[in-house]
């Protein structure tokens, strides 16, 4: 893999995927239709995948590509895949409230290695540079990359840390297992912002103990691994796999190294 061609042009497709969910967010209202397993879905998410789906195709023809609007990509099985979240925080985007991003990572033998978190309404850019490391990139977002700032997890003071927790699922099993922990902050963020949140140090801890699916979380994972973080399976604290059968998540907890993770 060309690591900058795919960093260019990861930041190209989210770019325009963004341009396109905003034109419909920011216009009148749109339909939001149910899909099989419940879940919202609007024309935002379908033009969104749409472009970043036939992007990566164009340039990467021979790699696997995952998406969460494609279904029939669900039976595909690989190791060393793209996948791609064109909307995630759809419930966010229907209630107007701006947590929502679009999502794109390059999975290798299981790990997320490079990814891309465009906040379009936030105007918030995280990614996986070609050497690995993560920035955030400051707007405005032009065809070339324009200023970052590396970003880093913190050293977590685990007498007072910073919990991030889900907006729109907040179970009462999340809120149990927070409680194991001496917390000073506590916020709520949609989609994958929350990987951002600990990947910048503005967060130090997201429990995830709910349902979520590889195209949610690879690509906010790769931004933490970028910024020196990590994220681990809720029942044993070992890592995140990914290209599981049906791309589907166990519970998860994404951090700072240096929490002392408490048992599940």
Excluded at 17 to 44: L, N, Q
Excluded at 105 to 128: C, L, N, S
Aim: proline share 5%; aromatic share 8%; with cysteine.
């Amino acid at each position: 893999m060309d690591f900058q061609l795919l960093e260019q042009v990861m930041r190209d497709l989210a770019l325009k995927g963004g341009a396109k969910i905003m034109e419909i967010y920011e216009g009148d209202d749109f339909d939001v239709k149910v899909k099989s397993d419940d879940s919202p879905v609007t024309a935002a998410d379908e033009a969104a995948d749409a472009i970043i789906s036939a992007g990566l195709r164009e340039v990467f023809p021979d790699v696997a590509l995952i998406t969460e609007e494609q279904a029939d990509s669900h039976g595909k099985k690989a190791s060393t895949f793209l996948i791609v979240d064109p909307l995630d925080g759809t419930k966010e985007f229907v209630h107007r409230r701006g947590d929502f991003t679009v999502n794109i990572a390059y999975v290798v033998d299981g790990v997320p290695i490079r990814g891309v978190v465009f906040a379009p309404a936030k105007g918030r850019m995280f990614i996986t540079l070609a050497d690995g490391n993560a920035v955030e990139e400051i707007g405005p977002f032009g065809p070339k990359m324009g200023e970052t700032k590396p970003i880093r997890v913190s050293n977590p003071d685990n007498g007072a840390l910073m919990v991030v927790a889900s907006k729109s699922h907040l179970t009462d099993e999340t809120k149990a297992y927070i409680a194991k922990y001496q917390t000073k902050d506590f916020r709520s963020a949609g989609s994958s912002l929350k990987f951002c949140l600990v990947a910048t140090g503005e967060a130090d801890l997201y429990p995830r103990v709910g349902r979520t699916m590889e195209w949610d979380t690879a690509a906010g994972h790769a931004v933490l691994t970028g910024a020196g973080g990590d994220v681990v399976r809720f029942d044993d604290h070992t890592s995140l796999r990914y290209g599981k059968e049906d791309y589907a998540n166990p519970y998860f907890i994404a951090l700072a190294p240096g929490v002392e993770l408490k048992p599940a």
